[in-house]
């Protein structure tokens, strides 16, 4: 058991899974996932889709904000970024799928990166408020620039092919975004093992500190804004493909607050929090929508009514949550995890 | 060439009026910074609460707009004072983030409370002023934009002097200052925040009312909560006066932006011209042009 777990190498102290027993627990999520299509409903399968392409977006915006220390209200204008770009590239130029998602997720990562750049004079709340701004210019361009993206009326996006087999329905999309999922999990949490990482966090930490010990601030912020822009990016690109519409209506400041809510809640820093915040997020308004819907039949039309308690319900679990438990359901994972990992110890 | 000065002038004194409502929020929003640094992303909700609880207590309870309007400035006070209690004491030592994320959430909460209770259409104040419009130096502008302007005037200047002279005023700024010296000179901060906060929904109340009387009352009130950044940031996050200032200015610049380059750009550029406008002058001067400027310290 880990509290009798001793490492004589530091190789096997950066191991992210030290005992068998975690292993062997992954093997067996790992199956229950691989599995989980062949026995739930459509309706199912589309909300965990939906949770694996917050996911990755969820996981850019805690690299930013959780690890680097640099607040971004901005996040959902990147989505809409990666969102427009693979659309164009795959309806007016008839790129494949798997050309116009990396393309678009640089293209996002370069956008970022330039809204990154007044990074290097503010901090703190005015670079919040530079990137709010830059949430609004942007959604100003898209609705705008009709040319290029159709402004109002949006775009219709194929779905995306490979070698003739079409992934078209929510089943075929779970396997490939559940893929997508876990590369973004895996290269997240393998991002704080190397310097780069490392240098993020230094960055949120102490910033003049860092810049001492020979950090180079200005290009490790940028790059965070880069990095965290290309998972926005992706994970635009494959709600467009998803979805197949986009309109400019979804990628508002409405999302960007909503990714925040989510890192917030699941506990900033930390990847699997990422993780955590995205399910409940996710699965809190599906729950409410499916009450909302059998309580038709007794109350009448409370359609309204649902959306606003929606809103109600939202802003008050994320109060609940930073006045009671600010670290989030990252922390209380974490405390029921080592009572059950030192039982009956209390410290390791 | 008359026309074009006419032109001119008629979006510069829309933007006067228009400006005298953004101070008006601006000022409630910098005296919540300056006080508690907490950046109210609920401004725009205190807005929109006053002009809705004013428009039912005339229209739903019949009460003369007078005695409405100074009943809806003691609802908002009671609901500044609950709301800091309760929500706002707890966050104080939090990280910045997390307090964003608070007011982001109780913007929501409050936005999902008025649409339970008064819904989603449009709503209109009873006609208290007249339609005609009065002619000003060869300008038309409505009755009811040339009472909000005094009146907003009024209240920036009534309040720019309660800091200024009175003893509760002096208070304040010595709690925005810094909050220790200010315990140690006897002053009770936790009634500053309380006042700070009530202060401020006041002001955003008397806006609300203000601009539910000239544009109708709706949702979208709320985005004047968001409008009032660039404001902010023109004038320095904390100072008072560069509030005022800021509001006058981007209200100005907006209309201007709106009036010569909507043709260019093909509509909506009011909305997004003031943050074109934020990002530019946090580029130039982060502070603001009266704000003080941090200094980090290892």
Same mark, same amino acid.
């Given at each position: 058991?880990?509290?009798?777990?001793?490492?004589?190498?530091?190789?096997?102290?950066?191991?992210?899974?030290?005992?068998?027993?975690?292993?062997?627990?992954?093997?067996?999520?790992?199956?229950?996932l691989?599995?989980?299509?062949?026995?739930?409903?459509?309706?199912v399968l589309y909300v965990c889709n939906m949770i694996s392409i917050f996911i990755v977006g969820a996981?850019?915006?805690?690299?930013?904000?959780?690890?680097?220390?640099?607040?971004?209200?901005?996040?959902?204008?990147?989505?809409?970024?990666?969102?427009?770009?693979?659309?164009?590239?795959?309806?007016?130029?008839?790129?494949?799928?798997?050309?116009?998602?990396?393309?678009?997720?640089?293209?996002?990562?370069?956008?970022?990166?330039?809204?990154?750049?007044?990074?290097?004079?503010?901090?703190?709340?005015?670079?919040?408020?530079?990137?709010?701004?830059?949430?609004?210019?942007?959604?100003?361009?898209?609705?705008?620039?009709?040319?290029?993206?159709?402004?109002?009326?949006?775009?219709?996006?194929?779905?995306?092919?490979?070698?003739?087999?079409?992934?078209?329905?929510?089943?075929?999309?779970y396997?490939?975004l559940l893929?997508?999922a876990?590369?973004?999990?895996?290269?997240?949490?393998?991002?704080?093992?190397?310097?780069?990482?490392?240098?993020?966090?230094?960055?949120?930490?102490?910033?003049?500190?860092?810049?001492?010990?020979?950090?180079?601030?200005?290009?490790?912020?940028?790059?965070?804004?880069?990095?965290?822009?290309?998972?926005?990016?992706?994970a635009?690109?494959?709600?467009?493909?998803?979805?197949?519409?986009?309109?400019?209506?979804?990628?508002?400041?409405?999302?960007?607050?909503?990714?925040?809510?989510m890192?917030?809640?699941?506990?900033?820093?930390?990847?699997?929090?990422a993780v955590f915040g995205v399910v409940f997020m996710i699965i809190?308004?599906e729950?409410?929508?499916?009450?909302?819907?059998?309580?038709?039949?007794?109350?009448?039309?409370?359609?309204?009514?649902?959306?606003?308690?929606?809103?109600?319900?939202?802003?008050?679990?994320?109060?609940?949550?930073?006045?009671?438990?600010?670290?989030?359901?990252?922390?209380?994972?974490?405390?029921?995890?080592?009572?059950?990992?030192?039982?009956?110890?209390?410290?390791? | 060439?008359?026309?074009?000065?006419?032109?001119?002038?008629?979006?510069?004194?829309?933007?006067?009026?228009?400006?005298?409502?953004?101070?008006?929020?601006?000022?409630?929003?910098?005296?919540?910074?300056?006080?508690?640094?907490?950046?109210?992303?609920?401004?725009?909700?205190?807005?929109?609460?006053?002009?809705?609880?004013?428009?039912?207590?005339?229209?739903?309870?019949?009460?003369?707009?007078?005695?409405?309007?100074?009943?809806?400035?003691?609802?908002?006070?009671?609901?500044?004072?609950?709301?800091?209690?309760?929500?706002?004491?707890?966050?104080? %030592?939090?990280? $910045?983030?997390? +307090?964003?994320?608070?007011?982001? !959430?109780? *913007? &929501?909460?409050?936005? /999902?409370?008025?649409? @339970?209770?008064?819904?989603?259409?449009?709503?209109?104040?009873?006609?208290?002023?007249?339609?005609?419009?009065?002619?000003?130096?060869?300008?038309?502008?409505?009755?009811?934009?040339?009472?909000?302007?005094?009146?907003?005037?009024?209240?920036?200047?009534?309040?720019?002097?309660?800091?200024?002279?009175?003893?509760?005023?002096?208070?304040?700024?010595?709690?925005?200052?810094?909050?220790?010296?200010?315990?140690?000179? %006897?002053?009770? $901060?936790?009634? +500053?925040?309380?006042?700070?906060? !009530?202060? *401020? &929904?006041?002001?955003? /109340?008397?806006?609300? @009312?203000?601009?539910?009387?000239?544009?109708?009352?709706?949702?979208?009130?709320?985005?004047?909560?968001?409008?009032?950044?660039?404001?902010?940031?023109?004038?320095?996050?904390?100072?008072?006066?560069?509030?005022?200032?800021?509001?006058?200015?981007?209200?100005?610049?907006?209309?201007?932006?709106?009036?010569?380059?909507?043709?260019?750009?093909?509509?909506?550029?009011?909305?997004?011209?003031?943050?074109?406008?934020?990002?530019?002058?946090?580029?130039?001067?982060?502070?603001?042009?009266?704000?003080?400027?941090?200094?980090?310290?290892?």
């Amino acid at each position: 058991m880990p509290c009798g777990l001793f490492h004589t190498v530091y190789k096997t102290d950066e191991h992210i899974f030290k005992t068998i027993w975690v292993k062997s627990w992954l093997v067996a999520f790992g199956f229950f996932l691989l599995l989980l299509p062949f026995f739930v409903s459509n309706y199912v399968l589309y909300v965990c889709n939906m949770i694996s392409i917050f996911i990755v977006g969820a996981i850019g915006l805690n690299i930013l904000t959780g690890f680097t220390g640099q607040i971004s209200i901005g996040h959902g204008a990147f989505v809409a970024v990666g969102a427009y770009t693979s659309a164009i590239l795959t309806t007016k130029l008839g790129f494949p799928f798997w050309i116009a998602l990396p393309i678009a997720g640089f293209f996002a990562a370069f956008i970022g990166m330039i809204f990154g750049i007044p990074s290097l004079r503010i901090k703190g709340l005015y670079l919040a408020i530079a990137t709010l701004a830059a949430q609004f210019i942007i959604d100003y361009a898209i609705v705008h620039w009709e040319r290029l993206t159709n402004g109002i009326t949006g775009i219709s996006v194929p779905s995306p092919t490979l070698f003739g087999f079409v992934f078209d329905n929510d089943k075929k999309f779970y396997y490939l975004l559940l893929g997508f999922a876990l590369v973004a999990v895996v290269s997240g949490r393998n991002l704080f093992r190397t310097r780069v990482g490392r240098a993020f966090i230094a960055i949120r930490d102490r910033d003049i500190s860092a810049e001492l010990i020979g950090v180079d601030i200005f290009k490790y912020k940028l790059l965070a804004f880069g990095i965290s822009s290309f998972y926005a990016g992706v994970a635009g690109s494959l709600w467009g493909h998803y979805t197949n519409v986009i309109t400019p209506e979804h990628f508002t400041i409405v999302l960007s607050i909503d990714y925040l809510a989510m890192i917030i809640v699941g506990g900033l820093g930390s990847i699997l929090g990422a993780v955590f915040g995205v399910v409940f997020m996710i699965i809190v308004p599906e729950l409410l929508t499916t009450v909302g819907i059998l309580l038709k039949s007794t109350f009448g039309e409370i359609t309204a009514l649902i959306s606003a308690i929606k809103g109600l319900v939202f802003g008050v679990t994320i109060i609940l949550f930073l006045v009671f438990e600010p670290d989030g359901l990252f922390e209380i994972w974490r405390r029921v995890r080592d009572y059950w990992k030192l039982w009956p110890f209390s410290y390791r | 060439m008359a026309e074009n000065i006419s032109f001119l002038a008629q979006l510069l004194l829309t933007g006067f009026v228009l400006g005298s409502v953004y101070s008006l929020v601006a000022l409630g929003f910098v005296l919540i910074y300056k006080s508690t640094s907490i950046l109210n992303f609920a401004q725009g909700e205190l807005l929109m609460f006053g002009a809705y609880v004013c428009l039912a207590l005339v229209v739903g309870f019949r009460i003369p707009f007078i005695w409405a309007f100074l009943l809806t400035l003691a609802f908002s006070f009671i609901l500044a004072v609950l709301l800091e209690r309760a929500i706002l004491r707890p966050m104080i %030592g939090e990280p $910045i983030i997390s +307090i964003i994320m608070v007011t982001i !959430a109780l *913007s &929501a909460v409050l936005r /999902s409370l008025i649409q @339970i209770v008064w819904g989603t259409e449009t709503k209109v104040f009873p006609r208290i002023f007249s339609e005609e419009p009065i002619r000003f130096l060869g300008l038309f502008i409505a009755e009811v934009h040339l009472y909000s302007l005094l009146f907003a005037l009024i209240c920036v200047v009534l309040f720019a002097l309660f800091f200024k002279f009175s003893s509760a005023g002096l208070a304040m700024r010595v709690t925005a200052f810094d909050q220790q010296i200010a315990q140690t000179l %006897g002053i009770n $901060i936790k009634k +500053i925040f309380a006042l700070s906060w !009530a202060i *401020s &929904a006041i002001v955003s /109340s008397i806006g609300g @009312i203000i601009l539910g009387n000239i544009n109708g009352i709706n949702n979208a009130l709320a985005a004047m909560g968001l409008k009032v950044f660039p404001c902010v940031i023109l004038g320095g996050l904390d100072s008072i006066l560069g509030a005022i200032i800021g509001g006058f200015s981007i209200g100005i610049l907006e209309n201007l932006a709106g009036g010569y380059l909507d043709p260019v750009f093909g509509g909506g550029v009011k909305d997004v011209a003031p943050f074109v406008f934020l990002v530019i002058i946090l580029m130039i001067k982060p502070y603001g042009l009266f704000g003080k400027i941090r200094i980090e310290r290892l």
